[in-house]
């Protein structure tokens, strides 16, 4: 299991990372591994804004549709439409190529206030049992 | 309440499962490669499946083979020793109650049923008991049962329990069955399976049930046959591409076999529980029934969703997914009868969306064997 330590998390295991004025969000590897094959994802319309915790989009598995949140609040500029054909990206490379979307977020310092990735992983512990 | 496991489930622990309750049993869903890689694994090599869980019942006497004929949908009682067929347990309005596999083998019936419905079946064998001359039995315990499928799985199971007995399991027909020796258990081997891909269901005695699963995987590795267990979620998938039927799905008390497009299960001139009522669906037509759609848009029906037709509801989605074989998203759904015909345009609402979806021939792959 990966906790890349160069994104910060938040507790329903979406990641974000700072790309210059951008946020690159997507989901962790442990979030990933407990959803099993990935076969679609539901993007959020390009342009559209939304508020820190509201739901931008769904990840479908083989098991289940789950819900993915924003991890800061902002306009969405860009989604990964190389998904579209290889949803399985989220499962092979959740930090890289399995990438959701970009966010222009309105307020900086929500960044601030995600989880590293020690305190992800610390988090992650807690629910395995 | 505490769930029942069958007797791999430490295996399945060691060898990378993931667990699901399953009917009050857990059973794995997927290994550590996951379920699209399984499912693609049963349709190049071969896979083996755990199906612990599925309830047996023993049928005996002299009056068995009236009793199963007047209960279950099929031509029961022309199977010959070591032969078995498929077929419907339906209520006397033709309302489904479960789908069972039947085997005759020497002096007994095995009827294998789903483990959801094992208790109800169970029931209803013992409410339709006549007076005399049949013995039920509820053997579920005493036996593991195992599926290995796959173009490759043949080649496997000749390799470890092909005899000058038994003659090779390669030799048996499908639909038939043998007794062999596996790891030193004497096992009921039936050639059939709920993959659409050639392979064998195997009857274990549940004491035995490791050495033999591990017999398997040694003599596949030892003939450089990829082999892999395979979970629930590849099972269904696998099943669904095949177009058959699973039970609290395109099956259920308020769905009669006509509608579930199983009138071929059916031998509609004998005379069995539900007969009457299936007689005069297949004579009048029947208003709703299946149909399987392939999504033109991008997103995944599942059970539960509405199916659109000219702005309105015109039926529901009983099984959706994606199907890695088709590399497509589809579904079973059950719509008006006039709307079941290939090339119909539908939609199908997914979370307030509507996804455009077409009508298609049945079965979306056409099992290898046949």
């Given at each position: 299991m990966t906790f890349d330590s160069n994104v910060k998390y938040q507790e329903s295991h979406e990641w974000s990372r700072k790309d210059g004025d951008l946020i690159v969000v997507g989901i962790s590897d442990y979030a990933q591994d407990s959803l099993g094959d990935v076969v679609y994802i539901e993007h959020p319309e390009v342009g559209s804004t939304k508020k820190k915790g509201d739901p931008f989009g769904v990840i479908e598995s083989v098991k289940a549709a789950s819900d993915v949140y924003m991890p800061v609040g902002g306009e969405i500029v860009e989604v990964n439409t190389e998904l579209d054909d290889n949803p399985g990206k989220v499962n092979e490379s959740p930090f890289g190529d399995g990438w959701l979307m970009k966010i222009r977020p309105s307020d900086p310092s929500d960044y601030g206030s995600l989880m590293s990735a020690d305190a992800y992983q610390e988090y992650t512990k807690g629910l395995e049992d | 309440m505490m769930l029942q496991t069958t007797p791999l489930h430490k295996w399945h622990g060691a060898n990378g499962a993931r667990f699901i309750e399953f009917a009050n049993w857990s059973m794995p869903i997927q290994y550590g490669s996951g379920s699209i890689e399984e499912h693609r694994l049963v349709r190049r090599s071969a896979g083996l499946f755990d199906v612990s869980h599925m309830g047996q019942i023993m049928v005996r006497g002299n009056a068995a083979g009236e009793f199963l004929d007047r209960l279950i949908t099929s031509d029961v009682s022309s199977l010959e020793d070591n032969q078995s067929i498929y077929g419907l347990l339906c209520r006397q309005d033709g309302g489904v109650i479960d789908d069972v596999f039947v085997y005759k083998l020497s002096g007994e019936w095995l009827v294998v049923v789903n483990a959801a419905n094992a208790a109800r079946d169970l029931a209803w064998f013992q409410t339709n008991l006549p007076a005399g001359g049949v013995e039920l039995t509820d053997a579920s315990p005493r036996f593991a049962m195992f599926a290995l499928q796959g173009p490759r799985a043949i080649d496997v199971m000749d390799s470890l329990c092909g005899s000058e007995d038994t003659g090779?399991?390669?030799?048996?027909?499908?639909?038939s069955a043998v007794r062999a020796t596996i790891a030193g258990a004497e096992c009921t081997i039936g050639r059939t399976g709920y993959t659409g891909e050639d392979g064998?269901?195997?009857?274990?005695?549940?004491?035995?049930?490791?050495?033999?699963?591990?017999?398997?995987?040694?003599?596949?590795?030892?003939l450089d046959i990829a082999c892999g267990p395979v979970g629930l979620a590849a099972r269904d998938s696998l099943r669904f591409e095949p177009g058959f039927a699973l039970y609290g799905h395109e099956l259920t008390e308020e769905i009669s076999p006509i509608q579930a497009r199983l009138k071929w299960a059916c031998n509609l001139e004998k005379d069995f529980i539900g007969a009457e009522a299936l007689r005069l669906q297949a004579e009048q037509g029947v208003t709703t029934r299946l149909a399987t759609v392939q999504l033109v848009e991008r997103g995944v029906p599942r059970q539960g969703h509405t199916v659109i037709s000219g702005g309105t509801e015109v039926g529901y989605v009983a099984s959706g997914m994606y199907a890695p074989t088709i590399d497509a998203y589809c579904a079973n759904v059950f719509v008006a009868s006039a709307l079941a015909r290939i090339g119909t345009e539908l939609e199908i609402e997914i979370r307030g969306n509507r996804k455009r979806a077409l009508v298609v021939k049945r079965p979306l792959y056409k099992p290898a064997y046949r």
């Amino acid at each position: 299991m990966t906790f890349d330590s160069n994104v910060k998390y938040q507790e329903s295991h979406e990641w974000s990372r700072k790309d210059g004025d951008l946020i690159v969000v997507g989901i962790s590897d442990y979030a990933q591994d407990s959803l099993g094959d990935v076969v679609y994802i539901e993007h959020p319309e390009v342009g559209s804004t939304k508020k820190k915790g509201d739901p931008f989009g769904v990840i479908e598995s083989v098991k289940a549709a789950s819900d993915v949140y924003m991890p800061v609040g902002g306009e969405i500029v860009e989604v990964n439409t190389e998904l579209d054909d290889n949803p399985g990206k989220v499962n092979e490379s959740p930090f890289g190529d399995g990438w959701l979307m970009k966010i222009r977020p309105s307020d900086p310092s929500d960044y601030g206030s995600l989880m590293s990735a020690d305190a992800y992983q610390e988090y992650t512990k807690g629910l395995e049992d | 309440m505490m769930l029942q496991t069958t007797p791999l489930h430490k295996w399945h622990g060691a060898n990378g499962a993931r667990f699901i309750e399953f009917a009050n049993w857990s059973m794995p869903i997927q290994y550590g490669s996951g379920s699209i890689e399984e499912h693609r694994l049963v349709r190049r090599s071969a896979g083996l499946f755990d199906v612990s869980h599925m309830g047996q019942i023993m049928v005996r006497g002299n009056a068995a083979g009236e009793f199963l004929d007047r209960l279950i949908t099929s031509d029961v009682s022309s199977l010959e020793d070591n032969q078995s067929i498929y077929g419907l347990l339906c209520r006397q309005d033709g309302g489904v109650i479960d789908d069972v596999f039947v085997y005759k083998l020497s002096g007994e019936w095995l009827v294998v049923v789903n483990a959801a419905n094992a208790a109800r079946d169970l029931a209803w064998f013992q409410t339709n008991l006549p007076a005399g001359g049949v013995e039920l039995t509820d053997a579920s315990p005493r036996f593991a049962m195992f599926a290995l499928q796959g173009p490759r799985a043949i080649d496997v199971m000749d390799s470890l329990c092909g005899s000058e007995d038994t003659g090779n399991v390669g030799g048996v027909p499908r639909f038939s069955a043998v007794r062999a020796t596996i790891a030193g258990a004497e096992c009921t081997i039936g050639r059939t399976g709920y993959t659409g891909e050639d392979g064998v269901e195997i009857f274990a005695p549940a004491e035995h049930a490791t050495a033999i699963w591990e017999a398997i995987f040694a003599e596949a590795g030892a003939l450089d046959i990829a082999c892999g267990p395979v979970g629930l979620a590849a099972r269904d998938s696998l099943r669904f591409e095949p177009g058959f039927a699973l039970y609290g799905h395109e099956l259920t008390e308020e769905i009669s076999p006509i509608q579930a497009r199983l009138k071929w299960a059916c031998n509609l001139e004998k005379d069995f529980i539900g007969a009457e009522a299936l007689r005069l669906q297949a004579e009048q037509g029947v208003t709703t029934r299946l149909a399987t759609v392939q999504l033109v848009e991008r997103g995944v029906p599942r059970q539960g969703h509405t199916v659109i037709s000219g702005g309105t509801e015109v039926g529901y989605v009983a099984s959706g997914m994606y199907a890695p074989t088709i590399d497509a998203y589809c579904a079973n759904v059950f719509v008006a009868s006039a709307l079941a015909r290939i090339g119909t345009e539908l939609e199908i609402e997914i979370r307030g969306n509507r996804k455009r979806a077409l009508v298609v021939k049945r079965p979306l792959y056409k099992p290898a064997y046949r």
